[in-house]
């Protein structure tokens, strides 16, 4: 809503300082919490997070991504030198880092932002290295849509010491699977499971203190891995020429161009507005179905058909 009228009130306006404090701060938490959501993935993949141990982790990120992008672009309003004036200046279409302080813009903006990219892109790739491996191993299609892992574990991860059983570990994958005909909305699942070992334990003998009941994980693909993908996507898409131009304008001073200009004001602006679509886009799926559970619990309580 600024835009020019940020560098149009000047330099030291308070309008063109916030507006450079906002674009210090709020670019680099968009990467923080894509990086966040990466490592969701990484967490529920290898170590099997479950949601309630992934929504321990919001507190941590909140603060920990407050913390680190709001410290810097605050102390950036208070730097300012007779030769180069504040930190925060005119770039043509916004206050940010003034080009006159491109060396700090390039360290402590482009830098990290890339940095945190270039992570996120390495979890990315061990994460698709471990879900390929899990559809060869248990004959998975692409469009599965769920991996569930029912595991028996005790307190001190040792199995359960009886002669007639054993750990047992199934892996179950799931699929959507659309009805036949074409007025018919009502969907079916069909399943795909492998136990690795199946010997149950000896019913007559008492289960020790510490062992504890299976525990079920169910992964979805949409929520943990593609959307977090699709949005990892968007942000590569919006960084990368915002990155040309400052490196051209750190080559080139004084010199600019047009097009890169109104790429980089087009991208920028939108950024927000992608990710808005994406959120939606793939969140309306499992808006539908949690509504058909809502639905079909209302009807089990209450005897409706």
């Known amino acids: 809503m600024i835009s020019v009228n940020g ?21 680099i938490a968009d990467v923080l919490w894509t990086f966040a959501m990466a490592l969701d993935t990484y967490l529920v993949v290898f170590h099997r997070f479950d949601t309630h141990s992934l929504h321990k982790l919001e ?31 005119s770039e043509k279409i916004w206050c940010s880092i003034s080009p006159k302080w491109v060396v700090l813009r390039i360290v402590l903006y482009y830098a990290p932002v890339w940095l945190v990219i270039a992570i996120v892109l390495v979890l990315y790739f061990l994460i698709g290295v471990e879900i390929s491996r899990l559809r060869d191993e248990f004959k998975l299609t692409e469009d599965s849509d769920h991996i569930q892992l029912t595991s028996h574990v005790s307190s001190h991860h040792t199995p359960f010491e009886n002669p007639n059983g054993s750990v047992i570990t199934t892996v179950e994958a799931t699929k959507p ?98 990710n808005g679509v994406i959120f939606v886009t793939m969140g309306m799926k499992g808006w539908k179905q949690r509504a058909i559970e809502r639905r079909t619990r209302y009807k089990a309580r209450h005897g409706v058909r």
Not at 211 to 216: I, S, V
């Open 7 to 27: 560098p149009y009130a000047g330099d030291y306006s308070s309008l063109c300082q916030f507006q450079g404090f906002a674009l210090q701060m709020f670019p």
């Open 59 to 89: 507190k941590y990120y909140l603060s920990i991504i407050t913390i680190v992008t709001f410290i810097p672009a605050l102390v950036f309003l208070f730097i300012r030198t007779p030769a180069k004036g504040p930190v925060y200046g």
């Open 177 to 274: 699977k659309s009805s036949q005909g074409f007025d018919s909305g009502v969907t079916s699942q069909t399943s795909v499971e492998r136990s690795i070992t199946t010997l149950r334990p000896d019913s007559s003998r008492p289960f020790p203190p510490n062992y504890q009941l299976p525990t079920q994980r169910r992964m979805s693909f949409r929520q943990y891995i593609l959307m977090p993908s699709l949005f990892f996507l968007a942000l590569l898409t919006t960084w990368v020429t915002p990155t040309i131009n400052r490196v051209s304008a750190f080559i080139h001073p004084g010199s600019e161009s047009y097009s890169l200009l109104l790429a980089v004001s087009a991208l920028g602006s939108l950024r927000g507005f992608w």
